[in-house]
């Protein structure tokens, strides 16, 4: 484990290490954690923002990091998908519900119950920290070739593979449609007075 | 080449879906009723005739004389009918000799049974009602004797038993009818739970249903292999075990002791019924299970001599309860249930080729008497009652020489078809390989004296003696659900009565004797001339045996088989004749002294005879099952079952569950605070204890 | 140039252009070229859309500043520019100065992905299309990168209309946000109509797949290739083109879409509470995007930069030309559109999507991927895990097929022709009607020879690809014809000149496709 | 390459940060954000895991979990509006009927 943690080290801190000078981060390196930055501190702002409507939005921002993420993962498909269907389709629902309800105005003050926030918040930073914990102590750091990885995210290759009969994404993927033919129909029911 | 043996299957079920729905199809009563009097005969015969070519082309051609073949064109016999969590049956069809010669008989005998009933139900308001279920009992039985396997023969077994209920009860508007058809498939139902749970413990020892299977996967290829599924060697005790229960359900079916209450009852029908499903094919289904499972059986004595007993008893109290009966069909039941005794008795001594020859006679002997019988009580305007009858035989000149040739045929009489098919059995018992020949030959030699005996005693109060009628002043009493039955017949019979010389329009004033019409006499003959010919042209040929051979296991025992008979076979022959002619001798001396009366004593008399009354009581055994089974038994039930099993414990334990839950849930529901985040600090909790200890896990086994 | 085939150069450039390299600064100046290009020509669309106006209500427009008014709009522009830049006091201040961005940046880098290709011509004699490929961003998912940037596009309608704190802008953002949601979906089916017909994502792709024989003929006259008849509008059988021009105007609020800015409802809408420079960058946004849309229109529906029809007259125009124009076109579509029709009741509007555009689109769909089975032109993308091979037992001399999933075990299973199911292959073939299957000549060959193949020759090993190739559906029943099908060396080099009937069809539908893959590198590589 | 520990500490952060939201937010319109968080968070997890072995499968699950929350965001925006119609609110804390 004390490996892999000095594995990670070198990773992050090789700029603050005197004989490392020559292996600083490489770009893609540098990428990822300023997108790793954007999207955690945007998150950040998703749960302290106390403006339903400024929590959506930097919620949005969040998921185009994370949109560019999946590109430096050479997940391009999912990456277009991610902006198409949560930036583009979840959250506008999101403002305008917000806004239907108009509820854009700041919410009251702190919550009453702190007994509640303050074990989350102290569960929270176990669970953070468990969570920090098992990929070093778990995985091994061999990724496979940049070759290897190269198509997997290319719309060919999904489509291939996930209407493959051979493969077992065909029927989840017919499944899927059921269910969100089942979410539309609950949500007219729910949301029309009259039907 | 395909197969079309499952045209033979087809064939009744299409009849059965058109008589179904032949009132969508014709909306006139009388276009109905003649299109279902083709179409169902007409499958049938049909399908016999499929089956004469699927036994020339298929079967005799195949190595083995042994064919699976699937019941659905197109699929093949692997294609599994039900696959569970490794219970698989396969919807294949055996054509072998056994399953092909029951289908020759119940397709060929029934065709004519059908072609009889097209005659005898003419007048029936209800008749494409009939002729539905009675297609639908072809399918069954044909499901029944060509299943390739025993879940397949359940199911045609369920089937048959469903249509026997739905026909016995076919009148049903009289409650004695309904009565009939209820106690017929309750007592049916007591056997085939013997049948299913035998069905069950063969799947736990063989772990297959199927008859037969590649490279010797089937039961009975295993039994003859003295192997389970697993290879180990057979354990004698399971076997019998899965003979008996077995045995139960062909008990059942078979009207056998002490199941055999129901099919006297079962006459309730109309006679067609009792012809085709209570002589002829359905009860005999429980010796072609018997002979289905001749290798199983072989494999276990105990079970095989429990057969011979409870075949011969049958027999010998079937035929002394015949000697009493004054209902027509009342006496064919009861000689129906002897003769099924014999077919039992041939079984037991691991005979089982003659039972199944004897299945084959009877079926053309018994079909002719009942269907004869029919006749007369259609002659007759309903009556069954031979105390009413006599004097037939200037009247109904040609019903009586079918009747005739019955009545010699079953009581063995040289040279006719029960002359050989009895003679094989008495043979076989006398060698029992049980060592109780002398007793087995004794009883069964007594049993045909009184089955000739009492065959003539219906001869002659029916035909021989002096009527004791008035003719042209018959009641007309005609089965009918419908009270308006006799307005609409009436319109309708004088409309037809130009166009056949059927004569039943002056049915309701008073009607005259009258011979039957073409339609039912036909069959007759053909019957007629089946049962003098059969059994002299299978019999001592040796034909049927050859014929039977691969269906059949032979009962080896070593060297405790070699018993020798008790006579040789020539003198076996003479003593069988001597006693069918004495039997029937003794019945015309008797009878014929007492021409004007018919009976031997009156009626004061025989109430007051112990033996007379206990006979006519059919050896008590209603009484018995009444006072056992409903007093008793309804009275355990009420006082243990109810009031201490089910109130106090079942009731009890159910109770106590809920009162502990609810006090229980009483204390524990104050977590519930109704707030959501509350849950979910829960969930992260249970979250968070399960990554801490993963991680521990993880940690200390890469260490 | 990648992989255009050599024959394809002949007559129109000088060889040394086939080995030219796209520098890795193409796509940098191409995008200051189209940001250049896209703010650049946004007064000149205003002026046009003014003009035109004009001209419809039989008046004059503008036309005092500059020759014919052109200068007009810089003027007003010059105008917004110094005009004070008013804060309503309630407004949600970063929200409320960040939506004109919002707004205008998807806008802008929608048009990324087009397939705006400078120097496109066109071989007159063998229909090849060569392009300098100037496009940004030739990526695969080009399709879904603009449908992604426009959906982001209702950000900056709808923040502005929650920012500022006014509730005629609320409902202008309420009705933006629905209706753009609303009108993408049918969008997003009439495109997919094309995608499907045209089995790719890429612009690019997209646009060479319109550069073939208009479909119902095989061959016919070279003119036709490529031609009007053969571009989508066309092929997808008109339906898609018009749930997409009607989706397009509504994705850019404009008339008679242009609810959430309906002057004698709402005032101005989302943008009422803005002005000077704000007010204009919402300007620019809408136009720009009206240009990214039209420039999608034209990419898949009108053949891009293709010209309409393959003669000279019009080849020698660039093919940059003939998108510009397409695009110009559409935009005078917009114009004259809003002079036209009134604008529609919301109901209206949301029942047209919701009712009639978009069912339409996915019966549409339907037909149309049902279709593709049926035709031949569809994308002739053979499985590549679906090989298929002649099996040379001598006591089974029919072909048999093998079956390889795609697990990574990489295990061939052996299926015989029997019990195969038939599973449609694009291009409208089965697995089981074996087009190399031995045709009744051929039994004369010695048994374990491949189908056709005069008896004597010694089969050469043939390379799965090739024959993959040669198993094309366009070239049916060619063990009949008694040519050797299966070529046991290249052809020369000549022999493409002189393409006989067989060739040229089978050019036509799936090879034309496997060049056209093969002109993408990325994709080269991996091969 | 960047290798794939980083991406899971990331969306371990991304995750309990959706999870902190979810337990002390009182708005469920929030809330719901938080639970995207928390999908999206694990969508890097497949996505990232999925490069690692370099198979397609991470990526399937993304894009069935994409279903599933579009399917979920409908209903549940559905419930918070049907809510507020009854009850003029949705405040969460006003929100505990289901309760002993």
């Known amino acids: 484990m004390g490996n892999a943690l000095c594995r990670a080290a070198r990773g992050t801190c090789s700029a603050y290490i005197p004989g490392y000078l020559n292996a600083m981060p490489s770009a893609p390196i540098l990428v990822f954690f300023i997108l790793a930055a954007v999207a955690v501190i945007s998150a950040l702002m998703v749960v302290t923002n106390v403006n339903p409507v400024r929590s959506a939005l930097s919620l949005v921002v969040t998921f185009l990091s994370v949109a560019l993420l999946y590109i430096t993962l050479s997940a391009h498909f999912i990456a277009a998908v991610q902006i198409i269907v949560y930036a583009g389709a979840i959250m506008v629902l999101f403002l305008f519900v917000i806004m239907l309800l108009n509820l854009g105005a700041p919410a009251e003050a702190e919550p009453k119950n702190k007994a509640q926030s303050r074990a989350a918040l102290a569960l929270s930073a176990v669970f953070l920290t468990a969570l920090a914990l098992a990929p070093l102590v778990t995985f091994s750091t061999d990724a496979k070739s940049e070759a290897a990885i190269k198509n997997l995210g290319t719309v060919s290759t999904i489509g291939a593979s996930l209407y493959n009969p051979a493969l077992p994404w065909l029927f989840p993927f017919e499944a899927t449609s059921i269910l969100l033919l089942v979410a539309v129909v609950g949500a007219i029911v729910l949301a029309k007075r009259r039907i | 080449m395909p197969s079309y043996a499952w045209l033979i299957v087809w064939l009744p079920l299409l009849g059965f879906l058109h008589n179904a729905f032949a009132g969508y199809l014709y909306k006139d009563l009388a276009a109905r009723k003649k299109a279902v009097s083709y179409i169902a005969p007409g499958v049938v015969l049909a399908a016999f005739v499929v089956t004469l070519a699927v036994l020339k082309n298929e079967v005799l051609t195949a190595a083995d004389h042994r064919v699976i073949v699937p019941l659905i064109p197109g699929l093949s016999p692997e294609t599994p009918w039900i696959n569970i969590a490794g219970f698989k049956a396969n919807f294949g069809l055996l054509l072998d000799p056994l399953s092909m010669l029951m289908a020759m008989v119940v397709t060929g005998i029934g065709g004519l049974i059908h072609i009889y009933a097209t005659g005898y139900m003419a007048e029936d308001r209800e008749q494409p009602r009939f002729f539905t279920y009675f297609n639908l009992f072809i399918f069954m039985m044909l499901l029944l004797v060509l299943g390739s396997n025993f879940l397949m023969m359940f199911v045609g077994w369920e089937g048959v038993g469903s249509c026997s209920y739905l026909l016995i009860s076919f009148w049903y508007t009289d409650e004695n009818n309904a009565k009939a058809g209820n106690k017929a498939f309750i007592v049916n139902r007591v056997g085939d739970l013997g049948f299913a749970l035998g069905m069950m413990a063969i799947w736990s020892v063989f772990g297959t249903l199927s008859y037969f299977g590649e490279k010797g996967t089937g039961v009975m290829q295993m039994a003859a292999r003295h192997v389970d599924l697993l290879g180990n060697p057979l354990n004698i005790g399971v076997v019998t075990l899965i003979c008996s229960l077995l045995f139960v359900g062909a008990m059942g079916k078979s009207a056998q002791i002490p199941l055999w209450v129901w099919l006297p009852d079962a006459m309730a029908g109309p006679t067609p019924v009792s012809a085709l499903i209570h002589a002829a094919t359905m009860v005999t289904a429980g010796v072609v299970m018997l002979t289905r499972c001749s290798w199983l059986f072989v494999q276990a004595p105990g079970a095989l001599q429990l057969v011979g007993w409870i075949g011969l008893a049958t027999a010998f109290v079937g035929a002394t309860i015949g000697l009493v009966q004054s209902d027509i069909k009342r006496v064919l039941a009861f000689s129906t249930v002897s003769q099924l005794g014999y077919m039992f008795l041939a079984c037991g001594v691991g005979n089982f080729t003659a039972g199944m020859f004897h299945v084959l006679t009877h079926a053309c002997f018994k079909a002719l008497l009942f269907l004869g019988s029919g006749a007369v009580i259609h002659s007759m305007h309903g009556e069954q009652d031979m105390r009413k009858m006599g004097g037939l035989k200037k009247l109904i000149p040609r019903t009586w020489f079918v009747m005739f040739i019955g009545t010699y045929a079953i009581a063995g009489f040289p040279f006719l078809s029960g002359f050989f098919s009895k003679d094989e059995i008495l043979g076989s018992a006398s060698a029992s390989p049980w060592g109780n020949g002398v007793l087995l030959y004794g009883v069964g030699l007594l049993t045909a004296f009184m089955t000739a005996f009492y065959m003539n005693r219906l001869m002659h109060k029916t035909f021989y003696t002096d009527a004791r009628f008035v003719d042209g002043e018959l009641h007309a009493h005609h089965h009918s659900n419908f009270d308006e039955h006799e307005d609409a017949h009436g319109a309708d019979a004088h409309a037809h009565e130009g166009a056949n010389d059927h004569g039943h329009g002056d049915a309701h004033g008073g009607g005259t004797v009258h011979e039957s019409p073409p339609s039912m006499m036909i069959p007759l003959y053909v019957l007629a001339v089946l049962s003098v010919l059969v059994g002299i042209v299978l019999g001592p040929t040796k034909i049927f045996e050859h014929f039977l051979e691969p269906s059949v296991a032979r009962l080896d025992l070593g060297p405790l088989a070699e018993v020798t008979p008790l006579v040789p076979e020539i003198v076996g022959w003479v003593i069988s004749g001597a006693i069918a002619i004495g039997g029937l001798t003794l019945a015309a001396m008797l009878y014929g002294s007492r021409k004007q009366t018919g009976e031997l004593t009156t009626e004061a008399s025989k109430v007051k005879n112990p033996l007379y009354a206990f006979l006519a009581n059919k050896w008590c055994f209603d009484l018995v099952y009444n006072k056992v089974f409903i007093t008793i038994g309804g009275k355990f039930a009420d006082r243990v079952l109810w009031k201490y099993v089910d109130v106090r414990l079942i009731d009890g334990a159910v109770n106590g569950v809920a009162n502990a839950v609810g006090k229980i849930s009483g204390t524990i529901r104050k977590v519930q605070t109704g707030y959501v985040r509350n849950y979910a600090l829960g969930i992260l909790f249970g979250v968070v204890a399960l990554l801490v200890g993963l991680l521990a896990q993880w940690t200390t086994l890469n260490r | 140039m990648p992989s255009i085939g050599n024959d394809l150069l002949h007559g129109i450039l000088p060889n040394y252009i086939g080995s030219f390299h796209v520098v890795p600064w193409v796509p940098y100046i191409a995008l200051a070229g189209i940001l250049g290009f896209i703010l650049g020509i946004v007064p000149g669309l205003i002026w046009i859309e003014r003009v035109v106006i004009a001209l419809m209500q039989d008046r004059s427009g503008p036309n005092r500043v500059g020759p014919r008014g052109l200068l007009q709009t810089m003027a007003d522009g010059v105008k917004l520019f110094f005009k004070e830049d008013i804060s309503p006091r309630s407004v949600d201040l970063k929200i409320y100065y960040l939506a004109p961005v919002i707004a205008m940046i998807p806008a802008l880098a929608g048009g990324g992905t087009l397939p705006l290709q400078a120097l496109t011509f066109r071989n007159v004699h063998s229909g090849a299309l060569f392009t300098q490929n100037l496009t940004v961003g030739d990526v695969n998912i080009g399709l879904l990168y603009i449908l992604a940037l426009s959906s982001l596009q209702v950000y900056g309608v709808v923040l502005a209309g929650w920012s500022s704190n006014n509730k005629y802008s609320l409902l202008g953002g309420l009705r933006a946000s629905a209706q753009l949601i609303s009108y993408e979906l049918a969008m997003g089916l009439s495109l997919l109509c094309v995608v499907v017909m045209a089995g790719s994502l890429n612009l690019n792709d997209i646009v060479a797949a319109q550069n073939v024989m208009p479909w119902p003929l095989k061959s016919g006259p070279a003119e036709l290739k490529g031609s009007i008849f053969s571009w989508y509008w066309c092929q997808s059988l008109f339906v898609p083109v018009i749930i997409y021009t009607i989706a397009m105007i509504a994705e850019t609020n404009r008339a008679p879409f242009d609810l959430p800015e309906a002057e004698s409802e709402l005032i101005a809408g989302f943008h009422t509470e803005y002005s000077s420079m704000k007010f204009a960058m919402f300007f620019m946004g809408e136009y720009a995007s009206m240009l990214t849309v039209c420039g999608l229109n034209a990419a898949m529906f009108w053949g891009g930069p293709l010209p309409p029809f393959n003669m000279v007259i019009f080849t020698v125009v660039p093919g940059v030309v003939w998108f510009i124009l397409k695009v110009m076109l559409g935009i005078v579509f917009y114009v004259w559109l809003r002079a036209t029709l009134p604008r529609l009741r919301y109901d209206a509007l949301m029942n047209l999507g919701w009712k009639r555009l978009l069912p339409v689109g996915l019966v549409w769909l339907f037909l149309i991927a049902g279709f593709g089975l049926v035709r031949e032109t569809g994308a002739a993308n053979v499985n590549e895990d679906i090989t298929v091979a002649a099996d040379n037992s001598v006591d089974n001399p029919t072909l048999s097929v093998h079956y390889r999933p795609t697990s990574s075990t990489g295990e061939v299973k052996h299926i015989g022709r029997k019990a195969l199911p038939s599973l449609p292959l694009p291009g409208g073939r089965k697995l089981n009607d074996d087009p190399a299957a031995p045709a009744p000549g051929a039994e004369n060959g010695t048994p374990g020879q491949p189908a056709g193949q005069p008896a004597g020759v010694q089969p050469a090993p043939q390379p799965a690809q090739e024959e993959r190739h040669e198993e094309s559906p366009g070239n049916p029943g060619n063990g009949a014809s008694g040519v050797a099908p299966l070529p046991v060396t290249p052809p020369p080099a000549g022999g493409a000149g002189r393409p006989n009937e067989g060739g040229e069809r089978v050019r036509l539908a799936p090879r034309e496709g496997g060049e056209r893959r093969g002109e993408n590198p990325e994709r080269r590589e991996e091969r | ?100």
């Open chain 4, 1 to 100: 390459m960047v290798p794939t520990s980083y991406y899971m500490i990331l969306s371990g952060i991304l995750f309990t940060i959706g999870v902190l939201g979810v337990l002390v937010k009182r708005n469920p319109i929030v809330i719901f954000m938080c639970i995207e968080l928390m999908l999206n968070a694990a969508n890097i997890a497949f996505v990232a895991l999925g490069r690692h072995f370099a198979q397609v499968n991470g990526q399937m699950y993304v894009i069935f979990a994409l279903a599933v929350a579009a399917a979920e965001v409908s209903v549940g925006l559905g419930i918070i509006v049907s809510i507020f119609r009854t009850r003029e609110s949705i405040n969460v804390d006003e929100m505990n009927l289901m309760k002993f």
